[in-house]
C-alpha cells in the first residue's frame, strides 16, 4: 500500500510542473534542478536559509 501511494504521488507531481510557466531565479546551478526551469506560477514556493538566522 505504501509503495503504491508514492508511486501515485510521484506521477501526480511530475505532470503537474512542466505544464505550468516557470520564473527561473536566472541562475543556472538553480534553475536546472528546479522543475521547469524555475518556480511555476499559480504555485506557493517556500524559501528558508541555511544559516544561523
Given amino acids: 500500500m505504501l ?3 508514492r508511486s ?3 506521477r ?4 503537474r510542473a512542466q ?5 527561473p531565479f536566472g541562475v543556472p546551478s538553480i ?3 528546479l ?3 524555475g518556480l ?3 504555485a506557493l514556493h517556500e ?3 541555511g544559516g544561523d538566522g
Fill in 3 to 5: 509503495a503504491e501511494l
Fill in 8 to 10: 501515485c504521488i510521484a
Fill in 12 to 15: 501526480l507531481e511530475q505532470g
Fill in 19 to 23: 505544464d505550468r510557466a516557470a520564473l
Fill in 31 to 33: 534553475d536546472s534542478v
Fill in 35 to 37: 522543475p521547469g526551469g
Fill in 40 to 42: 511555476a506560477f499559480g
Fill in 47 to 49: 524559501v528558508a536559509g
